[in-house]
C-alpha cells in the first residue's frame, strides 16, 4: 500500500525543500574523527578504550546493527569484541558473562544488544552491566544520573539529537520543546537532556488529545514514534527545527520517517533527512560513551 501524499505534500516536493537539512552522516563522521583523535591520544598514555557487544541469538536486524557498531569502534582504534552467545543460552549464562566482563579491566564500555530472546530478562541483564562501564546508558542508575544533572553515559540517540541541534545552531535555551514517544530510549532521555538545556520541554505520547496543536507550539520538534509521516508538514511551526528519529521501512523497502518530511520542510528552518540524520549519529555516539568510559576509568577527574 502506497502512503497517502497530502496535496501540500505534493506542492512541497514540487518547491523543493526550503529548510535546512541537517546532515547526520557528515556530523557522525565528524564525531568519529574526533574520538579517533582523542582514542590516538590516549594510547600513547597506554590505555585503549574497549567495547564488548554481547549478542544473542539469531536476530538478524541485530546481527547487522552489531556489525555496524564493531566496525566503528575498529575505525577509531578502539578494541572491539563481541560475544555471540546462542538462542538457548540461560539467564544464568548470561548473568555470568556480564560478571566477567564488569570484572575486566580492559573492557571500558558493555553493551547488551536488545531485544533478547524470549526468556531472558532484559531488565534484570540491563541492571547487572556495571553502571561504570554502560556503554548504552540504560542502567537504572544512569537513567536517574541524568535526571539529576550526575555527569555519565547517556542514550545514544537523544544525545546524537543534542549535538545535531548544536551543529545546527540551534540552542534550546527558552525554546519550546515537544518530544513525541515516551520510550526509555528515546523519548524520556530526550526530554530530561532538552530541559537540562533548558528548553521548556512538552511530552506527547498515543494518549495526547491534540497533537497538531501540540507541534504546532514546538520551536524544537522531535517525533519518534515509529508511525509513517503521522505528523505532517502543515502542523510544523514556521521556522521550527525538526528532528525526525522515525524508522520506518515501507513496502519496497525504502525507509522513512514520522514526519511528512517534504511538506515539514516548507515550513522548519532546519530538518532532518531519513535516513541520514538521527541514525548515524546513534552509532556515534556510542563511540563517544566508550572513549568517555574509559577516560572515566583510568584518568582522574579533571
Ligand atoms: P516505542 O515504540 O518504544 O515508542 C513509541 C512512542 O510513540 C510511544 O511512547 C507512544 O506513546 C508514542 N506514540 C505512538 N502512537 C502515537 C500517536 N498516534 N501520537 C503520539 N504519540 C504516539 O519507540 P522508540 O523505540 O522510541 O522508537 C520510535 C521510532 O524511532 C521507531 O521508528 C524507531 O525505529 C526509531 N528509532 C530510531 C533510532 C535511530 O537511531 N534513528 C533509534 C531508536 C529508535
Not at 537504572?140 to 550526575?150: D, E, K, Q
Request: overall charge positive; aromatic content about 2%.
Amino acid at each position: 500500500m502506497h502512503p497517502v501524499v497530502t496535496a501540500a505534500a505534493r506542492l512541497a516536493i514540487l518547491r523543493g525543500p526550503m529548510a535546512q537539512i541537517i546532515d547526520g552522516k557528515a556530523v557522525a563522521a565528524q564525531v568519529r574523527s574526533e574520538v579517533a583523535k582523542a582514542a590516538r591520544e590516549l594510547a600513547g598514555r597506554g590505555i585503549v578504550p574497549g567495547l564488548t557487544v554481547v549478542r544473542v541469538g539469531d536476530d538478524p536486524a541485530s546481527a547487522v546493527y552489531v556489525r555496524g557498531k564493531r566496525k566503528d569502534s575498529e575505525e577509531v582504534g578502539f578494541r572491539s569484541v563481541e560475544h555471540h552467545l546462542g538462542v538457548t543460552t540461560t539467564q544464568i549464562e548470561l548473568m555470568e558473562l556480564v560478571a566477567q566482563l564488569n570484572a575486566d579491566p580492559a573492557v571500558h564500555g558493555i553493551l547488551v544488544q536488545l531485544p533478547l530472546p524470549k526468556g531472558l530478562d532484559e531488565r534484570a541483564v540491563l541492571e547487572a552491566i556495571d553502571p561504570r562501564k554502560d556503554a548504552d546508558g540504560f542502567h537504572p542508575y544512569n537513567v536517574g544520573a541524568l535526571s539529576i544533572g550526575i555527569p555519565g553515559p547517556r542514550p545514544c540517540t537523544p544525545a546524537g539529537i543534542m549535538r545535531l541541534l548544536k551543529t545546527a545552531g540551534c540552542d534550546p535555551r527558552g525554546k519550546r520543546a515537544l518530544v513525541i514517544g515516551r520510550s526509555n530510549i528515546v523519548g524520556k532521555p530526550m526530554a530530561m537532556m532538552l530541559l537540562e538545556a533548558h528548553a521548556t520541554v512538552t511530552v506527547a505520547h498515543s494518549r495526547t488529545t491534540d497533537l497538531p496543536a501540540e507541534v504546532g507550539r514546538a520551536d524544537i520538534l522531535v517525533a519518534a514514534i515509529g508511525k509513517t509521516e503521522l505528523v505532517k508538514g502543515t502542523w510544523v511551526k514556521e521556522g521550527a527545527v525538526v528532528i525526525d528519529v522515525g524508522m520506518n521501512r515501507l513496502q519496497g523497502g525504502k525507509l522513512v520517517g514520522d514526519v511528512e518530511y517534504a511538506a515539514a520542510a516548507q515550513r522548519a528552518r532546519a530538518i532532518t533527512p531519513v535516513p541520514g540524520g538521527v541514525g548515524p549519529m546513534t552509532r556515534a555516539m556510542l563511540l563517544v560513551n566508550t572513549l568517555e568510559l574509559a577516560r572515566a576509568a583510568h584518568l582522574p577527574a579533571t
